[in-house]
């Protein structure tokens, strides 16, 4: 699901205000998703760079939907608080991967108790 918070359209640099079928956009691109349908399947992704950083340095990520023949480009700013965001998605992959070691440990730590 795209997230929903304060984006910005790259290509029009304009708010992503607009409802649509694939979440909030611009004025712009809703117009062109009426008028001139995509073609393809739709690709939905984090973009692995930042697009820009705030003024504090945090990064503000760019979430793209792509199409054969178009693509949404949107700017989401350093503090959004959506739990698909890259930086939500790696501190979720480190408690996860934490939590993994921590249960394995103590089945190690028996089998080497076992072994000796």
């Known amino acids: 699901m795209r997230p929903v918070d304060a984006s910005h359209c790259l290509d029009h640099q ?6 649509s079928p694939v979440g909030l956009i611009c004025p712009h691109c809703k ?4 008028t001139r349908t995509p073609e393809g399947p739709l690709r939905a ?3 692995e760079q930042p697009g820009a950083y ?20 949107s700017l989401f700013p350093a503090d959004a608080s959506s739990e698909c ?4 998605l790696a501190s979720l992959a480190a408690k996860t991967a ?7 440990a103590p089945a190690e730590s028996a089998n080497a108790t076992r072994q000796e």
Do not use: M
Not at 31 to 34: G, T
């Open 45 to 47: 992704f984090w973009e």
């Open 85 to 88: 965001s890259p930086a939500y």
């Open 31 to 34: 117009r062109d998703l009426y």
């Open 14 to 19: 304009l708010p992503e205000t607009e409802a």
């Open 54 to 73: 705030s003024l504090d340095g945090k990064p503000c990520w760019v979430y793209r939907l792509d199409w054969r023949d178009y693509s949404i480009r």
């Open 98 to 104: 934490q939590a993994l070691l921590r249960a394995v």
